[in-house]
T-cell receptor, first 113, second 112 residues
């Protein structure tokens, strides 16, 4: 019963470094999402993948890239980290979005110094 | 205008009372509406969804939807200290059918 698994849970990067956040789900969901959450800003969509083989930009895609590796896995890459990317990142997945909403991972707390 | 708006709170409610959380949305074509609860330092968890006008009840929680007024609310009866959390309203809009737009959340505090 793992649900949605995100790694790592915490990360500190220096400005300009790169990293990949990993996400995997074992619920056979078609759609996967990456959100960031900042104080007072709520959850903002970075990228999503409605189905295997497709990815689309969300509200705040600049500075990020994604890969839908297979049906289970959806990774988020920061090519050159900036302090403005300090945030909590959540991966989520869904099957029947209209009725079921999302299942979220436990989050990655990223600090860029 | 934000697509989904909530009062940030904090909303303070005595234990045992009814907590009422409100949310408005801008897209009249919105189809599904969700309430998530998020404890501090944790990920959001889905507690209710509704897509028809009227009320939907699940235990101590009631979601209310009024599409004409573009308004969705969450009532929590017999509030408990464990209900203290941030409540996120989310909407699946016509313009973003494959994803959900979130409000910024209302912080609820239940005082003993």
């Amino acid at each position: 019963n793992a649900g949605v698994t995100q790694t790592p849970k915490f990360q500190v990067l220096k400005t300009g470094q790169s990293m990949t956040l990993q996400c995997a789900q074992d619920m056979n969901h078609n759609s996967m999402y990456w959100y960031r959450q900042d104080p007072g800003m709520g959850l903002r969509l970075i990228y999503y993948s409605a189905s295997e083989g497709t990815t689309d930009k969300g509200e705040v895609p600049n500075g990020y890239n994604v890969s839908r590796l297979n049906k289970r896995e959806f990774s988020l890459r920061l090519e050159s980290a900036a302090p403005s990317q300090t945030s909590v990142y959540f991966c989520a997945s869904s099957e029947a979005l209209l009725e079921g909403g999302y299942t979220f991972g436990s989050g990655t707390r990223l600090t860029v110094v | 205008q934000k697509e989904v708006e909530q009062n940030s709170g904090p909303l303070s409610v005595p234990e045992g009372a009814i907590a009422s959380l409100n949310c408005t949305y801008s897209d009249r074509g919105s189809q599904s509406f969700f309430w998530y609860r998020q404890y501090s330092g944790k990920s959001p968890e889905l507690i209710m969804f509704i897509y028809s006008n009227g009320d939907k009840e699940d235990g101590r929680f009631t979601a209310q939807l009024n599409k004409a007024s573009q308004y969705v609310s969450l009532l929590i009866r017999d509030s408990q200290p464990s209900d203290s959390a941030t409540y996120l309203c989310a909407v699946n809009t016509r313009s973003s059918a494959s994803k959900i737009i979130f409000g910024s959340g209302t912080r609820l505090s239940i005082r003993p």
